[in-house]
């Protein structure tokens, strides 16, 4: 905090930001605990890849691991490499894999690729014969059409007589496409194809359920669990409510507070015309910092289908956008906040514990994960460390 005897005294880089995101660690392990537990006789793995959804890999990922998570899964082998400082005894795996010219990254940082495709494996299978065995996973694809060897491609190379005599995978995980819909018929008939898969490669670990995954209950947990966006607080499953504890919070600061006539209009386009004389407030966050376009109270395409734009949250109460996000800065209605009760260098919650995640995300056509990931570097951060 500032001083106020000294102006000219240093400030808290924190107090003042112009954006800031608040992670509260204690609420990410609460939640890696709870998905355990949900997971039954299922070890639980940890998801930090994006930058473990774009909340800090490094702080994240250590408080993971401090929780007991001792497997974890990214997307890129950059990821894995900053990982392993830590989470030192960790199992790491690369969920896109592996290319050439990659093999000593791996190999340095005991890091697991999960080979995704019959290419991949074969090169695989040429990197250790040459420097001798080290695990990997494989990923079968049981109907997302996504990355994958292909189900009976995957079943028959068990039989593979030309299949190296040391090539055996320390896990083999596939992925659910519609685990968020807990009444789809399609979750069913992936677990009948994973279970051919798990008969197949028997005495090797299976992992098939990431977060919604879980939800469906213990015939989807297999060996190993992978949860991702429930640990970071999100919705892992569509309808009900979310039981998972809010992880992040984002917040814009107020640079003014602003008096408008009945009748003007607000932002770009003119898009926005006040029905009454109102009180507006312009905060510093707009698309650049990952607070979408998509989110404005007016002037975009998606408000021809959802009425309303997002809210914020300031002194008690949800104010809502009104008109068109610009790149650096939004502009809330705070009409019927009391004048008292709010001043420029106020902070507005975009989203956290007041203004939950997916409800944002919800309002712009999109999910948490996106309004996560696409954090932008302006925000000052803060972690909240278990006690």
């Known amino acids: 905090m500032t001083n106020?005897?000294?102006?000219?005294?240093?400030?808290?880089?924190?107090?003042i930001a112009p954006v800031r995101l608040t992670v509260d660690l204690g609420a990410l392990a609460d939640n890696w605990r709870e998905m355990a537990r949900r997971s039954g006789s299922a070890r639980t793995a940890a998801v930090v890849k994006a930058d473990a959804y774009g909340l800090?890999?490094?702080?994240?990922?250590?408080?993971?691991?401090?929780?007991?998570?001792?497997?974890?899964?990214?997307?890129?082998?950059?990821?894995?490499?900053?990982?392993?400082?830590?989470?030192?005894?960790?199992?790491?795996?690369?969920?896109?894999?592996?290319?050439?010219?990659?093999?000593?990254?791996?190999?340095?940082?005991?890091?697991?690729?999960?080979?995704?495709?019959?290419?991949?494996?074969?090169?695989?299978?040429s990197v250790t014969a040459e420097h001798g065995d080290h695990p990997c996973a494989l990923q079968v694809d049981t109907g997302f059409n996504r990355l994958g060897i292909p189900l009976e491609d995957a079943i028959a190379f068990t039989d593979d007589v030309s299949r190296p005599a040391s090539f055996s995978p320390v896990l083999v995980l596939s992925h659910l496409h519609s685990g968020d819909t807990p009444s789809s018929e399609l979750n069913q008939k992936q677990l009948e194809s994973f279970r051919r898969v798990a008969d197949a490669f028997e005495g090797i670990e299976t992992s098939l359920a990431a977060s919604a995954g879980i939800f469906l209950g213990s015939d989807y947990h297999f060996d190993l669990t992978r949860p991702g966006i429930a640990l970071y607080g999100g919705e892992a499953v569509n309808g009900g409510k979310n039981p998972m504890r809010p992880v992040a919070k984002a917040e814009a600061r107020i640079i003014q507070i602003r008096d408008a006539k009945e009748g003007e209009t607000v932002s770009y386009g003119g898009t926005y015309q006040l029905s009454r004389d109102s009180r507006l407030a312009i905060v510093a966050a707009g698309y650049a910092d990952g607070y979408l376009r998509s989110l404005s109270g007016s002037g975009v395409p998606l408000r021809q289908n959802v009425k309303d734009g997002a809210f914020g949250f300031v002194?008690?109460?949800?104010?809502?956008?009104?008109?068109?996000?610009?790149?650096?800065?939004?502009?809330?209605?705070?009409t019927d906040v009391p004048a008292a009760e709010i001043r420029s260098g106020d902070y507005v919650e975009l989203f956290g514990p007041n203004m939950p995640l997916d409800d944002v995300g919800r309002a712009a056509g999109t999910i948490g994960y996106e309004l996560l990931t696409s954090l932008g570097l302006r925000y000052e951060r803060r972690y909240i460390y278990p006690e």
């Open 4 to 15: 106020p005897d000294d102006p000219f005294a240093e400030a808290d880089d924190f107090e």
């Open 315 to 334: 002194a008690g109460r949800k104010v809502p956008v009104v008109g068109r996000i610009t790149m650096d800065l939004t502009i809330f209605d705070v």
């Open 56 to 125: 800090g890999i490094e702080d994240c990922g250590t408080a993971l691991y401090e929780a007991g998570a001792r497997d974890f899964f990214v997307a890129v082998v950059q990821e894995g490499v900053t990982l392993r400082t830590y989470a030192p005894d960790a199992r790491i795996y690369v969920l896109s894999g592996i290319w050439p010219s990659q093999e000593q990254l791996f190999f340095e940082n005991g890091l697991v690729p999960v080979l995704v495709s019959e290419e991949q494996l074969a090169f695989w299978m």
